[in-house]
């Protein structure tokens, strides 16, 4: 599927400094770029590649207080959705160096302490089985509230607080699967299906060798889903890290099947 | 019912200091003193009474780095268990002044997290069932599981974690409470049904303009329990709280029925 | 000094509840309420005392969604600002019962985690010069910074962010005092003095066997300031607590010298 | 300089599970292993590469409920201790990819709320001279207190409680350094200074180009220091980390210059 990628935005900071976006879809398997362009104007950029080496960064040295950019693309998704019920997980002594990293908890997802929890509901079931009946949990125990969460709320507040959104969501995703020992981590995304139409966070989960898209707010399929970076949680993946203050003044994503 | 309680214990102190005791049963409705003896040694000690004037408390100046203290008391306990499914919430706009604070959160009790996931599994029920149904709820999602949580383990993580001993029991139950708009407050007890035998704390709920116990561990009963102290969690009613750092040299808690 | 409080609110409801109101002056030593009028509109209310016995609260049941309120009043401060330095602590054994739960943690001071740096950094000071070094510390080092916080923002937060608002000054100056084996609580008030003009939040301590008022933030004289209500935190002096999600649609909050 | 490293351990298990071992010497740069023998017993056992490449660990499958385990190494350690004041910082936007994710906070250090008091305290300050006075300041301003953290406590729990043991101290160096918009990692390592002695935690900071070790502690130094393994946090290098609880029954660390 084809999808075409339109974002805008305009910031204010308090003062020159060098931010850190990641808002570019990734190159990698499932999803071919055929488009795209990013304008931030004439200042000095530096592309890395992304956490895990998915997708790449952008270091911008704003000369300014205030920045526009634009971000266009247009996006072949070709990965395919898979039924989670039917992958296995791997024996966690087979888990390679560079997926260990996601078995562990991070800033927003204290995943030790969810052990008991997930032991006790989950615990009768395997591998993808086991995910699969998560994310439903999930699904049917949060509420997608609008403003119920901000940049600071962590996972433990979420599991109380029983809503949220996108990241919120993929938090509680990601947390519930390392504790059972299943390697899951966070996923900056575009998608057609978001409403109303913003960045969006899904998780991923390593089953049978690979990484798998799970979207516990049900609201898009990994057929029309663009990658933009992975992380072990929000922090790692948001799409504009300044080193001052920041004051959005305009800010629009649009998203579309073409 | 009568009650036998015996408590010795002795503790080393960095240095001399004042500590406060909160280990005599409360003369109050419901239960009788009928012999009691704090030992403390040789040392000036004041008594005050207790938070919401439940019982009552001791200013201990201890010149040395160690002190033994021994409490032997029997209490006859004539409060009857009452069937919570029959109370009734007091409307909100008649709770009196010395009961509003225990609708608040505290140190360990975030309740004001807990409001909607109180208000999705319990929002169909009301006053003492909803009580009742909360109770039950711990009693079958937690794991009594000693040494699983220490003093500064707060409700997110005991709500998170499915486990901890009869502190984070009662502060679930206080939050949770607290969250759907019904006063409740902390209680340290003697009971003689607390395996291994210890100091217990347990909740009190307020409904049909009284408080009545709840004992979410289901370990012991409202007509065997006899209270040493109330507050709004389980800093308020530490059996020992000092100013500087303590270390256990022996401690025993017997408490049987005569 | 006479000042003239004017307050007016319009909040908007998901849906009919009942509010609790924190926001007429207190009638206490040290000032005296000449004038007051609360206008709520034609909706029952229930006055009941504050904590402590500091003031009143309303109980008001909204039938609608939405609530207009105003508060107005004419308050005559008679109480004097005091020396600091010249204060006394009074040693904890002699601390009485009404007085003593303020020393304790509460929802967002937590002061059983500032024991080592309060006696480092001001271990050599005693009572009253040992509260004024405080204050002035927390002058000297708080920045502050309007929207730098919000109503979840705890005391550990506000040490390493080292900014906030009124709310955050106070909560500090209580977390350090209490850490010191002094009694501190939170107090909401209304001063001529606060830019720009707002519900103001300031500490009161226990010295000499009385509580005086210390504003962290430097804005606000005690020979100026009306007391609302008292508590351990924020969350027990909060001017509006509802039991839905509220929204403000208009605030205005005038104090002026008469 | 060549040490000896000798470590014996014995643990108890609740029941059969894959644990994670970060115990031997990396075969890094600075440092040459000559000698070394991991004994586990007679289980299987997959190596892998550390984070960010740095060492390796262990996943040991422990088909009983106990495991006796040894690590004898002798490594030389070539590296030299380097004036931190010398040193300078990369401009962010020159900050490659492998580095990048250790500017961002982690489950333990929350580098997101330490900006404001890092740029108040250290913002005159450029580079290694600003690391420096950090480090400066955090053995200044900390105690070593053994006892006085657990695995569980936080960077903002020991910037408030102003003591703690090595984790801590590193804990809070790598925040910080990050809040300062430097690259900080945590360092799991053997050093012959730690008394008493013990698994060692330091930083690492990234200044020209190079990880350059930090110790607050003042215990240890880069050229007696054995690296084990990097990461975010103690989360991520921790010794051992095992699926079920684990109960220690022995456990000794000796490291020897010879």
Same mark, same amino acid.
């Given at each position: ?8 935005? *305009? ?9 850190? /976006? ?10 071919? #770029? ?7 104007? &004439? ?18 040295? #704003? ?6 950019? +634009? ?7 070709? !990965? ?5 019920? !039917? /992958?296995?997980?791997?024996? $966690? ?9 996601? /078995? ?13 929890? #997930? ?11 086991? $995910? ?10 949060? =509420?997608?509230?609008?403003? +119920?969460?901000?940049? &600071?709320?962590?996972?433990?507040? =979420? ?6 959104? %996108?990241?919120? @969501?993929?938090?509680?995703? %990601? ?29 991923? #989960? ?13 609201? %898009?399929?990994?057929? +029309? =889903? ?8 929000? @922090?790692?993946?948001?799409? /504009?890290?300044? *080193? ?7 800010? +629009?994503?649009?998203? =579309?099947?073409?």
């Amino acid at each position: 599927m084809r999808i075409q990628i339109d974002v805008a935005m *305009q910031y204010r900071f308090t003062r020159p400094n060098t931010i850190f /976006l990641t808002i570019e879809a990734a190159k990698c398997a499932g999803q071919t #770029v055929t488009y795209e362009n990013l304008y931030v104007g &004439d200042i000095p950029i530096n592309r890395i590649a992304g956490d895990s080496g998915v997708g790449q960064r952008v270091w911008a040295q #704003v000369p300014w207080n205030e920045l526009s950019m +634009s971000y266009k693309a247009q996006v072949d998704v070709t !990965r395919q959705p898979v039924a989670l019920e !039917r /992958l296995s997980a791997v024996p $966690v002594h087979l888990i390679p160096a560079e997926v260990a990293p996601y /078995l562990r908890p991070s800033r927003y997802c204290q995943s030790d302490k969810f052990g008991a929890f #997930v032991e006790k509901r989950f615990g009768n079931l395997q591998g993808g089985q086991k $995910v699969a009946a998560m994310r439903s949990w999930i699904e049917a125990n949060l =509420t997608y509230v609008p403003g +119920s969460s901000d940049a &600071d709320t962590n996972v433990l507040e =979420t599991f109380a607080g029983r809503q949220g959104v %996108c990241r919120d @969501y993929a938090h509680l995703m %990601c947390t519930m699967v390392r504790a059972a020992q299943i390697p899951a981590r966070m996923v900056a995304a575009y998608s057609p299906d978001i409403m109303p139409p913003d960045f969006h966070a899904i998780a991923e #989960v390593w089953l049978d060798g690979d990484w798998h898209m799970v979207d516990a707010t049900g609201m %898009c399929s990994a057929d +029309s =889903t663009a990658i933009i970076a992975v992380g072990r949680d929000a @922090y790692d993946i948001a799409f /504009l890290d300044s *080193q001052v203050p920041a004051e959005m003044l305009y800010q +629009s994503v649009f998203v =579309t099947r073409i």
